[in-house]
């Protein structure tokens, strides 16, 4: 089986453009997260959807944003970028999306603002 | 709140001894508790998680981590070093009061030298 998708793998933006970034989640998972990786440090946490719901937010501005599609995928978006936004995007399934599931995550979207 | 620390950002060991990377987390209720490893341009894998069933856990490569309650932590240990375990290590915690968002450390890179 697929493990968790991400796409674009690389992606070079200048500040004030908009970033759309997506996430195919393993099959049968109906949860995804997204995090935020700045270089050395750990992932912070974004979003999570469950069911198309928005289940949690992290804090972060408005800029950022997200969704879930019928088939479980996910995208999140990101305006106005600024520099502060260069990081690796990793995008997390699991089952259900409770605190006791594992989650896989993906190999990440590294995003560059020039 | 909630929070993890993880002391030491850089371990060195030598190939074959101990490894032991350190986690303590911070909470008001029961918590969910995992180590990810993450290597180079990849995403983050799991090497174990605590679900409250045993507090000697058992992971992937060898590994293990033992939850501690009264010293709130979750310590890493491997008996014997391999040169392919050199990679950053992530703490994480999880709480049923915030599903599946996790907070991470900000990790733990092993060196290993031969």
């Known amino acids: 089986d697929a493990g968790v998708t991400q796409s674009p793998t690389h992606l070079i933006k200048t500040r004030g453009q908009h970033v759309t970034l997506r996430c195919s989640p393993i099959s049968g998972h109906k949860s995804v997260s997204w995090y935020q990786q700045v270089l050395g440090q750990g992932p912070q946490f974004i979003f999570q959807y469950y069911e198309k719901e928005e289940r949690g937010r992290g804090n972060f501005p408005d800029r950022f944003s997200a969704r879930q599609f019928p088939n479980y995928s996910s995208e999140l978006n990101v305006n106005a970028l600024l520099l502060g936004d260069s990081a690796l995007y990793l995008c997390?399934?699991?089952?259900?999306?409770?605190?006791?599931?594992?989650?896989?995550f993906g190999p990440g979207t590294r995003l560059t603002v020039l | 709140a909630q929070s993890v620390t993880q002391l030491g950002s850089h371990v060195s060991v030598s190939e074959g001894a101990l490894v032991l990377l350190r986690c303590n987390y911070s909470?008001?209720?029961?918590?969910?508790l995992f180590w990810y490893v993450q290597y180079p341009n990849q995403g983050l894998q799991l090497l174990l998680k605590?679900?409250?069933?045993?507090?000697l856990v058992k992971g992937i490569n060898g590994f293990e981590a033992e939850f501690k309650k009264s010293e709130t932590s979750f310590h890493l240990t491997k008996p014997s070093a391999h040169m392919s375990d050199a990679a950053e290590y992530f703490c994480a915690v999880t709480f049923n009061t915030n599903a599946g968002k996790s907070t991470f450390g900000d990790g733990t890179t092993l060196t290993v030298k031969p």
């Open positions: 605590y679900t409250s069933a045993a507090t």
């Open positions: 909470s008001s209720v029961p918590p969910y």
């Open positions: 997390a399934s699991s089952l259900e999306g409770l605190a006791i599931d594992e989650q896989f």
